[in-house]
């Protein structure tokens, strides 16, 4: 046991050592990376394919930052990838491996690579964007509200998508850090952005969002991303949200609001006490205003002096309660992954389709 135990140790030392040599000693000059057949971007060889397009304003969906967590970042990457990293096999099918696709933080430049970018990729942006307010909407939950160009300048989003926040080196970091956050607020009004953000213990982004972050300071933006938006069709809508996955499902209620569209809304938002239930008082106000929509928040554990007269339990059981079998509906889910998976599986036993079910998992 002890032998098993040294001998993996030591490949685990022998691999670090490895890692660091290919990071700070080797030299792999300039390379070139070919992207869609058109553009050669000249880079520094030893970078991750992720950055090195991203040095070049071609940024990739990601949400880990380019920890090889998240597989956001994946593309086509038909020469000079080298071979597949056991860090990304795990994310690969075998199809995606048919196909040449790659987790492109994983794979570094050292020759010529040649990848295929989706041209809506190509519309992404960075933006340098001032902080214009924040305020704490729940002892956990900050809204930070940016100050983005005006629209002519090119930010536009559908309302469902996310951007990609990125917060500079501080004491907890290494460098700068990015994540993903839906955006909360008006695709109508792009000059102007609500992300809604939740403490993670020890978390990079969220922890200098909720502790360092002020009015005034400038942060980088990159987006928009992501393919959770409402799609068109006849059927009743139903939402579904736990804690900050409100945030894209507000931005689709404004949508609803500002388009007219006609068809019946409900927004289950489950939080645990009163104290989480933010923007409680503003989707009132939304159900006053839209004969069409139906806001229905429910408490999992709510506190003694809550006195509230509302729902109980979790988003599971107004699915449970609320839902008929066979019910003709589009859904659209976000938050924990647990939370959205529960749902899942509630809803396909209902009947409903799986196609008619869209989500974003916060994670
Ligand atoms: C498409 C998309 C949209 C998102 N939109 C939002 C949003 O609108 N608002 C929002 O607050 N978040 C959102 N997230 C989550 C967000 O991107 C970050 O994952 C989150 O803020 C944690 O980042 P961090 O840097 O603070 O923590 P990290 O430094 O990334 O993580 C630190 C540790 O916490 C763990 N961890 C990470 N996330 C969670 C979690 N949620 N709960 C418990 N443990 C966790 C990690 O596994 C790690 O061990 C979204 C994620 C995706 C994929
Ligand atoms: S950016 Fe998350 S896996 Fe590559």
Redesign the pocket.
């Known amino acids: 046991m002890l032998g098993v135990l040294a001998v993996s140790g030591l490949g685990a030392f022998l691999a670090l050592l490895l890692e660091i040599a290919d990071t700070y000693i080797a030299d792999y000059g300039e390379q070139h990376i070919f992207v869609n057949g058109e553009r050669d971007l000249v880079v520094q060889g030893g970078k991750p394919l992720l950055f090195a397009l991203g040095e070049h304003g071609i940024y990739l969906p990601s ?3 380019g920890k090889g967590t ?1 597989a ?1 970042c994946k593309a086509r990457v038909l020469e000079g990838g080298g071979p597949v990293l056991p860090t990304e096999t795990p994310y690969l099918s075998s199809q995606d491996l048919e196909n040449h696709i790659r987790i492109t933080c994983q794979v570094k430049v050292k020759e010529t690579v040649r990848v295929e970018v989706p041209d809506e990729l190509l519309n992404v942006r960075q933006y340098h964007v001032r902080v214009l307010a924040l305020e704490n909407l729940t002892p956990h939950i900050r809204l930070v509200r940016l100050q983005m160009p005006a629209a002519s300048e090119g930010f536009r989003f559908k309302p469902g998508q ?1 951007v990609q926040l990125e917060v500079p080196k501080y004491k907890s970091t290494s460098g700068p ?1 990015f ?4 955006i ?1 607020s008006a695709s109508h009004e792009p000059e102007v952005l609500d ?4 403490r ?8 200098y969002v909720h502790d360092y972050l002020k009015t005034g300071d400038v942060v980088n933006i990159r987006g928009p991303f ?1 393919d959770f938006w409402l799609r068109d069709s006849e059927r009743p809508v139903l939402l579904i949200a736990t804690g ?1 996955g409100l ?2 499902l507000r931005s689709m209620l404004f949508q609803i609001e500002r388009d007219r569209i006609a068809r019946s809304v409900t927004l289950f938002f489950g939080a645990r006490t009163r104290d989480d239930l933010f923007f409680f008082e503003e989707l009132r106000e939304v159900e006053k205003r839209l004969p069409n929509f139906h806001f229905v928040p429910t408490l999992s554990r709510p506190a003694q002096g809550d006195a509230w007269e509302g729902e109980v339990g979790r988003v599971t059981r107004l699915i449970d309660e609320q839902i008929p079998e066979g019910a003709q509906m589009d859904v659209y889910i976000c938050g ?1 992954p647990e939370m959205v998976q529960s749902c899942m599986e509630l809803l396909e036993k209902k009947g409903v389709p799986s196609d008619r079910i869209l989500f ?4």
Do not use: H, K
Request: with cysteine; glycine share 16%.
């Open positions: 949400a880990c930052g998240c956001y996310y850090e994540r993903a956050y839906s909360a992300l809604v953000i939740g993670v213990e020890g978390g990079a982004v969220s922890t992501g900050t945030a894209p924990a974003d998992m916060f994670a």
